[in-house]
């Protein structure tokens, strides 16, 4: 398995709190991808970064920021939660374009 | 813009009939192809992947996809359904857009197996 790990796994907050999550991966692959997954919808892309301080946004970036000061970490944060973020969240990361892409196990975000 | 439909949002088969799940795709581009298994509260593995060459295309678990480009088709197949094969598929379209490869999921379908 690709060395993904996403932390927190599971975490409880409340509206208008900031959240940060965290991807971190051993595999030193240059892309990395935040998802979120709800039911109906797939996984929709949120941000990707493409190199160390170098990212974009995704179809569904609105209330999203993330950061990536390291190869090995991609931090995704909810500058103040709302319920309609609470979500699975997911990491990807990928060696190159076109690639496939390796998920991490996911973070399960409620927001009350 | 890349998209995927996968037909039928949920899928039952009997264990020991063939699993059939669809994927059609929309590229501009000579499109990747790839389809993802998800297992109760686990992240996407990766089964297969198309990108050029064959068109059939083996991958894990005794599953394989076939890539038809007059149909715009990446449907997979399994001859003979297990109860372990029960999980939610994904079907996805690599674009590469900049610098970066975006991949585009179908809404997935969850194949319940049967005795």
């Known amino acids: 398995d690709a060395g993904i790990t996403q932390s927190p796994r599971h975490k409880v907050t409340e509206t208008g709190t900031p959240v940060t999550l965290r991807c971190h991966q051993t595999?030193?692959?240059?892309?990395m991808y935040w998802y979120r997954q709800d039911p109906g919808h797939g996984l929709r892309l949120i941000h990707y970064?493409?190199?160390?301080?170098?990212?974009d946004k995704g179809e569904v970036s609105d209330g999203y920021s993330v950061s990536r000061s390291k190869t090995e970490d991609f931090l995704l944060t909810l500058e103040s939660a709302t319920s309609s973020q609470t979500s699975v969240y997911f990491c990807?990361?990928?060696?190159?374009?076109?690639?496939?892409?390796?998920f991490g196990p996911g973070t399960r975000l409620t927001v009350l | 813009a890349q998209s995927v439909t996968q037909l039928g949002s949920h899928v039952s088969v009997s264990e020991g009939a063939l699993v059939l799940l669809r994927c059609n795709y929309s590229?501009?581009?000579?499109?990747?192809l790839f389809w993802y298994v998800q297992y109760p509260n686990q992240g996407l593995q990766l089964l297969l992947k198309?990108?050029?060459?064959?068109?059939l295309v083996k991958g894990i678990n005794g599953f394989e996809a076939e890539f038809k480009k007059s149909e715009t088709s990446f449907h997979l197949t399994k001859p003979s359904a297990h109860m372990s094969d029960a999980a939610e598929y994904f079907c996805?379209?690599?674009?590469?857009?900049?610098?970066?490869?975006?991949?585009?999921f179908g809404t997935g379908t969850r194949l319940q197996v049967t005795l």
């Open positions: 990807a990361i990928s060696d190159r374009g076109f690639n496939e892409q390796f």
């Open positions: 595999e030193n692959h240059r892309y």
């Open positions: 970064s493409y190199g160390v301080k170098d990212t």
């Open positions: 590229s501009s581009v000579p499109p990747y």
């Open positions: 198309y990108t050029t060459g064959a068109t």
């Open positions: 996805a379209v690599s674009a590469s857009t900049g610098t970066a490869s975006k991949l585009t």
